[in-house]
């Protein structure tokens, strides 16, 4: 079983920066795609960001592109998402996720969630 646990939400201004982590417990010998997925009020649950295994592949949603950079530190089973210039309309709870299979912008696609963290985002 994978577990993952993020962090690094909190309340933020327009235009600042922040860095959410996730930590995953590794089975061993496995790698995952992981991506960031994010949940407003009212909304769907939307895709942000993904690596692949190696971390060398990144895709980004529309609104993340130029803004939000993921990556991922393999020795500390750790994916991160560099948020910079948000706005208000990045305000959500933001979840990693992880999958055996190929970064999708679909959610049904990854087996294992965080519980995820909140940015809130003031104007």
């Known amino acids: 079983q994978v577990q993952l646990v993020e962090s690094g939400g909190g309340l933020v201004q327009d235009g600042d920066s922040l860095t959410l982590s996730c930590t995953e417990s590794?089975?061993?010998?496995?790698?995952?795609?992981m991506a960031w997925f994010r949940q407003a009020v009212g909304k769907g649950r939307e895709f942000v960001a993904g690596?692949?295994?190696?971390?060398?592949?990144?895709e980004y949603s529309g609104s993340a592109t130029g803004r939000f950079t993921v990556s991922r530190d393999k020795g500390k089973n750790t994916v991160y998402l560099r948020m910079n210039m948000v706005k208000p309309e990045d305000t959500a709870v933001y979840y990693c996720?992880?999958?055996?299979?190929?970064?999708?912008?679909?959610?049904?696609?990854?087996?294992?969630w965080g519980q995820g963290t909140q940015v809130t985002v003031s104007a």
């Open positions: 996720a992880a999958s055996d299979e190929f970064i999708s912008r679909d959610s049904g696609e990854y087996e294992f």
């Open positions: 590794r089975r061993a010998g496995r790698i995952y795609v």
């Open positions: 690596i692949n295994r190696s971390g060398v592949n990144k």
